[in-house]
C-alpha cells in the first residue's frame, strides 16, 4: 500500500461541505491521496465533482462560512495543515505550495505591473532584496517561456495574451520554489496549439525543478500525455485511482470506462456512434449513502443502491470504489 | 446517400466581414478587425461542415454572417438558390425559417422568465400562423424528437441541466423545420459525459429531418467524429478544406499539421512517441495580419516568398483546397 515515509502531502478522509441558504452541499466526500516529491498526480471529473473544492480545501482557500471542513486529515512535509496557525498557512501558500488557479483574468491582479506580482511573493516568502527580487522575477518570466522577460515585468496583465498570462500564473506559482504545485485547469481555457506550448514546458519544468505536480482537469488526453498517476472524482469522491497507463489500459470503474468509450479518438476509424452515459450527476445534498453513480450505471445491482462502496484494492497500483470490480463481476451480493 | 449527386445547399464566394475600429471624440474610423477576409466554400445539402481554428480566428463571424445576422462587408452566400448577402425586409424575414442556429452557451441563449414551452414556440409565434392547440402539439413534437419530457413544458430553463437546456435550444432551433442549421460549440460548456448524448441527438435529428449542419467548434476529436468535410480557418481566412478522413489522415497545410498535431492523445502508451509540431508565439491580431500568407509568422516551413505573396485559394487534390506557396 502507501508509504507515508515517501510522500511530500497525504489527504486523509476529507469533507467539506458548503452550508447555503437552500441546504447543505456535500462537495468533498472523504477524499484521500497521496503525492510523493516529483511526480505528477492527474485529478479527472466532470464539472462540479469537487475537484477545485478539494485542492483549496487543503490551504482553506475557501470562504469560510459558507464552507466548512467536516473531517479530515491533511499532512504537508510533515506538517498537520488543519493545525497550523494562520501565519504558518500564508507562508505556505504561495511559497511551499504553488498555486495556479482555473482563471487566470480572476487570479492576477489587473492593477499591478506582472513584475510587480511576481517580486512581491519573492520578496514576502524568499526574504529577498527588491533588487534580487526583480533578477529572480525576469529569470521566472525567461524559464516559462516569454520573450524579453526583463522589459515585459513593467506590463499589466491586460498586456499578455491568454497563453502568456497563464505562464506568468505558472511563473508566479513557481517563484519559491514550491514542494508542490497544484494546477487547476491551467490549460482549460486555452487553445490547442497553446495548450501544447504548456504543456511542453510543464515536462522541461518538471525535469528542471523536480518539484511535485497536482494537474486538474476534465481532460483524459492532457492527462494520458503528462500524468504518472490518474485519480477519478465523481460527486465529491475518489472513485478509482491508478498509475495513468494501468488506469487507461486496465479501467474498473464504470464510470471510468464509459468515460473512455465517450472519447473520439482522432487516430481511429470513425464510430458508427458515440457511446453516451444517460443522465446526470447527482445533486449533492446530502453525503453519499449509496454508490452515487448507480443510478447512470449499466451494473447497478441491489447492494449498489443500499451501501456506499469504499476504495478497494484491485493491485498495489490500482484501487476502485465499486462493488461489481470489488466481486469480480458478480451481483449475488 | 453516398452516391447521391453532390448539392451544395449553401455557397460562400469571397465573404468578407471587417469590423470598423474608432478612435478618439470624434469617433473616426482608424482601422478594421478583419474577422473574416474572403473565404469561399460550400456547404453540401444533408452534410455537417465542421469549421475549425484557434480562439479569435473568425468562425462565429462566419457562422453568423452565413445567416444575415451581420450586413457582411463584401461577398455572397447562396441559400438554396437565393443570394441572401443582399436581401432585406420582407424577403429576409421570408428566408429566415429555413436557417437557424444553436449557441455555445445554452444558458445565456434562453431567456430565464419564459417556460420551456414558450421558448420553444417562440419561432412559432413569429412566422407561423398556428392556433393554441396546434402550437401545443408541435411543442410536445419537438421535446419528443430532443428527448425532453413532455411534462417540462412549464418548468424555467434554471431547473435543467447543461445538457437539457442545449436540448432546449436544439428543440427551439428545429421549431420551424429548418433545412440548415449554423452549430456554434453547441457542445463546448457541457460535460464530457454529457456532450457525447447532444452529439448522437445532433446526429439522429440529421438522419430524420435531413438536416444540413456548419458544425463550428474547437474541439478537433469531435469535429472528426461529427463532420463530413472539415474547413480550417486562420486570421480570417481558410487554410484548407477537405473530406474529414482525408484532412485528419493527411493534412497538407503546415497550420492543419501543427493544430491536428497539438491534440492531446488519449493513450498514456504513444505519450512521447508522436512527433509534435509546437508552434512559438501567438495568432496575430486581426486589426493587423502580417503581409503575404498570415500563417507566415508562425510557419515552421516559412520562406521569403511567404512574407510578401498572399498564397492563392486552390484546388490541390479532388475536392480538397489549401492556400499555401509550397504545397504540391
Ligand atoms: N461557494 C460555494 N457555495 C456553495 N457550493 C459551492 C461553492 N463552491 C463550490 N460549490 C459546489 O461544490 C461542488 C464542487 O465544486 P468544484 O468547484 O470543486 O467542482 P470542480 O470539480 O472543480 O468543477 P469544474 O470542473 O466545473 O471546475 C459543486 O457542486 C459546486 O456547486
Ligand atoms: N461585433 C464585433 N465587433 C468587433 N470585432 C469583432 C466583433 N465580433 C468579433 N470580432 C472580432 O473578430 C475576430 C473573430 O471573432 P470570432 O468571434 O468570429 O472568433 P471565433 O473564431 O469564433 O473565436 P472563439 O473560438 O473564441 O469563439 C476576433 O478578433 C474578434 O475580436
Ligand atoms: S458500485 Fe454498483 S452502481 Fe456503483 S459503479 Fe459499481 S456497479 Fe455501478
Ligand atoms: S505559404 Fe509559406 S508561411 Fe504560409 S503556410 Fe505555406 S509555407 Fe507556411
Ligand atoms: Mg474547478
Ligand atoms: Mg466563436
Request: glycine share 8%; proline share 7%; aromatic share 6%.
Given at each position: ?14 469533507k467539506?461541505v ?5 441546504g447543505?452541499?456535500?462537495?468533498v466526500?472523504?477524499?484521500s ?8 498526480l492527474?485529478?479527472v471529473g466532470?464539472s ?12 482553506k482557500?475557501?470562504?469560510?462560512p459558507p ?6 486529515q491533511?499532512?504537508f512535509?510533515?506538517r ?14 504561495g511559497?511551499?505550495?504553488?498555486f ?7 487570479s492576477?491582479?489587473p492593477?499591478f ?6 517580486v ?25 517561456g516569454?520573450?524579453d ?5 513593467k506590463?499589466?496583465?491586460?498586456q ?22 497544484i ?7 486555452l ?5 501544447a506550448?504548456?504543456?511542453?514546458l510543464?515536462k522541461e ?8 505536480i ?28 491508478a ?7 486496465n479501467p ?10 465517450t ?29 452515487e453513480f ?14 456506499n462502496?469504499?476504495r ?14 470489488q ?7 | 446517400?453516398l452516391?447521391a449527386p ?11 466581414m ?16 478583419k ?22 480566428c ?19 452566400i ?28 445554452p ?6 422568465r419564459?417556460?420551456v ?8 409565434d413569429e412566422?407561423?400562423h398556428m392556433?393554441?392547440?396546434?402550437k ?5 413534437e ?5 428527448g425532453?419530457a413532455r ?5 424555467y430553463?434554471?431547473?435543467f ?15 420551424l ?26 446526429e439522429?435529428?440529421?438522419e ?19 463532420a ?9 481566412r481558410l487554410?484548407?478544406l ?5 484532412l485528419?489522415m493527411a ?5 492543419t499539421?501543427?493544430l ?6 488519449p493513450?498514456p ?11 512559438e508565439?501567438d495568432?496575430?491580431s ?11 509568422t ?5 520562406q ?24 504540391e
Amino acid at each position: 500500500m502507501r508509504d507515508h515515509s515517501a510522500t511530500v502531502l497525504d489527504v486523509a478522509n476529507l469533507k467539506t461541505v458548503f452550508n447555503t441558504r437552500d441546504g447543505e452541499v456535500h462537495a468533498v466526500n472523504g477524499v484521500s491521496f497521496y503525492l510523493k516529491p516529483g511526480e505528477l498526480l492527474g485529478i479527472v471529473g466532470e464539472s462540479g465533482s469537487g475537484k477545485s473544492v478539494t485542492m483549496m480545501s487543503l490551504l482553506k482557500l475557501l470562504p469560510m462560512p459558507p464552507a466548512e471542513i467536516r473531517e479530515g486529515q491533511i499532512e504537508f512535509d510533515g506538517r498537520d495543515l488543519r493545525n497550523v496557525s494562520d501565519d504558518d498557512l500564508r507562508r505556505i501558500r504561495g511559497g511551499e505550495i504553488g498555486f495556479v488557479f482555473q482563471d487566470p483574468m480572476t487570479s492576477l491582479n489587473p492593477v499591478f505591473t506582472v513584475g510587480f506580482q511576481l517580486v512581491e511573493p519573492l520578496r514576502l516568502h524568499m526574504g529577498l532584496s527588491k533588487a534580487e527580487a526583480r533578477k529572480r522575477a525576469a529569470e521566472l518570466l525567461e524559464l516559462v517561456g516569454i520573450p524579453d522577460a526583463a522589459s515585459r515585468l513593467k506590463d499589466y496583465p491586460h498586456q499578455f495574451s491568454g497563453g502568456m498570462r497563464q505562464r506568468v500564473m505558472i511563473a508566479i506559482a513557481l517563484a519559491c520554489d514550491p514542494k508542490v504545485l497544484i494546477a487547476d485547469e491551467p490549460t482549460t481555457a486555452l487553445d490547442v496549439t497553446i495548450q501544447a506550448q504548456i504543456l511542453e514546458l510543464v515536462k522541461e519544468l518538471r525535469q528542471k525543478l523536480g518539484m511535485a505536480i497536482i494537474w486538474i482537469t476534465h481532460d483524459l488526453g492532457v492527462i494520458a500525455e503528462i500524468a504518472d498517476r490518474v485519480a477519478v472524482m465523481y460527486a465529491g469522491q475518489i472513485v478509482e485511482h491508478a498509475e495513468v497507463k494501468e488506469l487507461f489500459a486496465n479501467p474498473q470503474h464504470p464510470y471510468t470506462r464509459a468515460l473512455l468509450e465517450t472519447l473520439p479518438r482522432m487516430g481511429e476509424a470513425r464510430a458508427a456512434r458515440l457511446p453516451s452515459i444517460d443522465g446526470q450527476p447527482p445533486n449533492l445534498d446530502h453525503a453519499p449513502t449509496h454508490c452515487e453513480f448507480a443510478p447512470r450505471c449499466k451494473h447497478a445491482f441491489t447492494r449498489c443502491r443500499k451501501e456506499n462502496p469504499k476504495r478497494f484494492e484491485v493491485n498495489p497500483a490500482h484501487d476502485v470504489a465499486c462493488f461489481l470490480a470489488q466481486s469480480g463481476g458478480s451481483t449475488d451480493a | 446517400m453516398l452516391d447521391a449527386p453532390k448539392k451544395p445547399l449553401v455557397r460562400v464566394e469571397n465573404l468578407k466581414m471587417h469590423f470598423p475600429i474608432f478612435r478618439g471624440v470624434l469617433k473616426r474610423q482608424v482601422g478594421a478587425v478583419k474577422a473574416v477576409d474572403g473565404i469561399s466554400f460550400d456547404v453540401f445539402e444533408g452534410e455537417t461542415l465542421g469549421l475549425v481554428g484557434e480562439s479569435g480566428c473568425g468562425k462565429s463571424t462566419v457562422g453568423r454572417c452565413v445567416l444575415r445576422l451581420y450586413e457582411v462587408t463584401g461577398g455572397s452566400i447562396t441559400i438554396d438558390g437565393t443570394d441572401i448577402a443582399t436581401l432585406s425586409g420582407a424577403d429576409l424575414r421570408a428566408k429566415r425559417p429555413e436557417m437557424q442556429m444553436i449557441f455555445q452557451d445554452p444558458q445565456a441563449s434562453l431567456n430565464p422568465r419564459m417556460t420551456v414551452g414558450s421558448i420553444i414556440s417562440e419561432p412559432l409565434d413569429e412566422h407561423e400562423h398556428m392556433t393554441r392547440d396546434e402550437k401545443r402539439a408541435k411543442v410536445g413534437e419537438l421535446m419528443d424528437a430532443v428527448g425532453l419530457a413532455r411534462r417540462f413544458a412549464d418548468r424555467y430553463p434554471h431547473e435543467f441541466s447543461g445538457g437539457q437546456r442545449q436540448r432546449i435550444g436544439i428543440a427551439r432551433a428545429l421549431a420551424l423545420n429548418p433545412k440548415f442549421i449554423v452549430c456554434d460549440e453547441p457542445i463546448a460548456a457541457l460535460d464530457v459525459s454529457i456532450q457525447a448524448q447532444v452529439v448522437n441527438l445532433l446526429e439522429d435529428l440529421q438522419e430524420k429531418f435531413g438536416l444540413t449542419y456548419l458544425f463550428i467548434s474547437h474541439d478537433l476529436s469531435m469535429v472528426r467524429h461529427l463532420a463530413t468535410r472539415v474547413a480550417v480557418m486562420y486570421l480570417g481566412r481558410l487554410v484548407e478544406l477537405g473530406d474529414a478522413e482525408t484532412l485528419y489522415m493527411a493534412p497538407r497545410h503546415p497550420y492543419t499539421q501543427a493544430l491536428l498535431s497539438a491534440v492531446p492523445n488519449p493513450d498514456p502508451a504513444q505519450a512521447g512517441h508522436i512527433e509534435r509540431i509546437i508552434l512559438e508565439g501567438d495568432v496575430p491580431s486581426p486589426a493587423n495580419p502580417p503581409p503575404g500568407c498570415t500563417f507566415s509568422t508562425r510557419c515552421p516551413r516559412a520562406q521569403a516568398v511567404c512574407k510578401q505573396d498572399s498564397p492563392a485559394w486552390r484546388e490541390i487534390g479532388e475536392g480538397h483546397f489549401a492556400a499555401c506557396h509550397f504545397i504540391e
